[in-house]
């Protein structure tokens, strides 16, 4: 039957041995099996199913071998996970003479990382007929001297098969002189001997033919045959003999070459020629070991001529002849055994295979970064191995029978390690002990761990009043520890309400620079700081942020030109008074108040007489009272005019001109008070107290409700009201209403009620306080003002002067500052 016939018949067996082995582990392997000369295509076993992976994660988990030395002869199918041949296998191609062929081969899947060792035994096949090394074979014997039963080696067939396809029997054609002895070597092969039965006698017959057949044990079997020529010949009758029939010696492997192992010992009882012995190696020496050992052929030395290696084969066996020189040839034969020692002569090797490339920082203990595989060629002591590695590291080696994982021992941070160089130690028990080292470099990947946080802890910005929109205030800058989008930062405001109106109708920041803009024009009248609170984001998941405080304090401009309170005037600054002709020096004609919104030097004001030519009156520089400096002459004019210039001390200053019309007459007839006079010097009717009276419960009223309001949002931590407050001082509340405003009586000689003030009190040295308009003016005198912190427009200042009993000017600071002298006609 041909080779195709021969492989249908171990198809079946192969689909057998298949069932039977596939699903085994040994030692931590899968093993399966294979016959030789499989066509590609044949499944070998399904890896996936014996990993366990599913069929739908197959794409997922990329099955693939990793072995490149036998890759070219296998793949694995990635839709079904099946081991599959690849191309032609040639049992005695891959593993030549070993009874047992095995390929190891390794299978990894990602997602997460798996590897395991697949072991492949490549089954043999009946491929290969026994051959003769010679075809034909001649062998002398001498008569006589070769008694029955003399025995004489004969070739031995090779067939590249092994195991039962190897070869069974030998047969020899039907001879009544010979016959076949086969006997059994140690490793299993058959060795055929010729058998003499009976004496042979040349002049009978001097030439015998025989045909030697070999025959493999396959199904169907093989055969190969050698034709043998037996040759009668005379005279030499006695053989070499050998001292011993075996000889056994141990040498160590990777001695020295020509080194000499064994020197044979033979004699021959012949004399001359016929006792002169020369030795060989027979035929039933391996070629292999012909190549490693060499025979001295006349002096019977057996020397090293290879290197010696242990772990490539531990035992040899030389079968030797020693021939005669004598005619006919005569010989004797032994068998020489050499063990082969292990010596410590392979360093351990290790392999490192990473599950991920960067390890995150969070990984909790004991996870598994790779696997390390290591092996030692050599045996015994030589061949155990002890792993170490570098100290120190939160890093440790787990040992789980003969693998070697690389697990984490310690908590990550990349922000003070970003990568770790690990040195592994792999040394053997050896003698002396053998090592080797492997650097594996690990990198530690970023998590959004750190928040991001401002390099200061609260940023202040200074800007002039009615600057342009789109004026740069100041720039917040912060950090974070993380890389990558754990980095990138992003600033924003945090949403509040200024006036009703949202923060971001104030100011605009630039979110990735973190540049503060202004949105708008400010009015320092209107307020004076504003604080924000700009938070920075980074692009990490989950996001984490950080706030700051950013004051922006508005720096006050001279825009505001001084406005006249009091006394009542036209819409063209134009003040009437009357003055007696009896006027003395120091007469009191009038007293100029006003006021400018802004604050500081820009709201000082001063008073002036433009034309200082007149001289009867004087204004005081900064009280606003005009006097007389002397006594009314009949010659001057009873109509007289005064250009008096109120102006402030800002840069560039601002001013108000103020037209003083004075009529000189004989007597001035007492007239109900207005409401601009402060001073009276008649004594107040005699229900006066009782308005007063009214009026103070009013005010303690509204001041005592104002403080129990401003009590609560106190209590409930709302943020302060900077609008209510003469002072802005960081991180303290204003002073309530009540402690502002003080109000104060001013009494006439008599005891009767002058006038009646309720003051703003200034507050402590502690913050950043707001100047009065002018100096403060002595206790006698009638009235003074103080600016307050928030201001309204002129005209209802006007109002508030004009009307000053309106309870809404009483009640809101913001107004006026002082409420001017009560004349009790005002409560009328």
Known sequence: MDIRGCFRCWKWQVVFSFLLCSWGWVSGQIHYSIAEEAEPGTLVGNVAQDLGIKRADLS?????????????????????????????????TLCGSRLICLLNLEAAAENPFQIMNLELEILDINDNSPTFLSKNRTIEITELLANP??????EIAKDLDFGDNGVSQYTLNTNPYFSLSVKTHKDGTLIPQLILEKTLDREEKQEHNLILTATDGGEPARSGSCHITIHVIDINDNAPIFNQSVYKISVKENLPLKTVLLTLNATDLDDGANGEIQFYFDDHTFESARELFTLNEGSGEIYSNGIVDFEELNFYELSIKAVDKGIPKLEGNCLVHVEIEDVNDNSPEITFTTVTNDIPENAPLGTVVGFINVRDKDSGKNGEIQLDMSLNLPFKIRQNKNRYSLVTDGNLDREKISKYTIEMTAVDLGSPPLYSKTTVILSVSDINDNAPSFTQSTYNA????????????????AID???????????????????????????????????????????????QVLEIIIKVEDSGSPKLFSNVPVFIFILDTNDNSPTLLYPEHSEDLIVQERIPKS?????????LSAVDLDSGHNAWLVFSLIDAANSLYHVSKYTGEVRTVRGFQNTESTEQQ??????????????????????????????PPKSGNFITNSKPPSDMTLYLIISLVAISLVSLVTFIILLVRCLRKESYDYSSSCCF???????????????????????????????????????????????????????SYMKSLDFHQTKDLSKCSNNPSDMSCMNDPGKVSYIKTFNPLFLH
């Open 60 to 92: 997922q988990r990329r099955l693939h071998l990793t072995s490149e030395k036998f890759q070219r002869y296998f793949t694995i199918n990635r839709e079904n996970g099946g081991l599959t041949v690849n191309s032609r296998i040639d049992r005695e």
């Open 462 to 477: 200074f800007i002039k009043e009615n600057s342009d929109p789109g004026t740069l205030l100041c720039t917040v800058s």
């Open 583 to 591: 006027t003395t020096a120091g007469y009191l004609v009038t007293k």
């Open 149 to 154: 039963g003399a025995r004489f080696a004969l």
């Open 481 to 527: 520890l993380d890389e990558g989008d754990n980095s990138d930062l992003v600033y924003s405001i945090a949403e509040s309400q200024v006036d009703g109106s949202s923060i971001s109708s104030y100011v605009y920041i630039n979110s990735n620079n973190g540049n503060i803009y202004a949105q708008r024009s400010f009015d320092y009248e209107h307020i």
């Open 642 to 671: 005064l250009l008096i210039s109120i102006s402030d001390h800002g840069n560039p200053p601002l001013s108000a001109t103020v037209t003083v019309l004075i009529t000189i007459a004989d007597e001035v007839v007492a007239e």
């Open 729 to 783: 001082l960081s991180g303290s509340q204003s002073k309530p209403y009540t402690d502002q405003y003080q109000p104060a009586l001013y009494l006439n000689t008599d005891g009767t009620l002058k006038y009646m003030e309720v003051r703003m009190v200034p507050p402590g040295t502690q913050g950043q306080c707001y100047q009065t308009n002018f100096p403060p003016a002595p206790e006698q005198q009638d009235f």
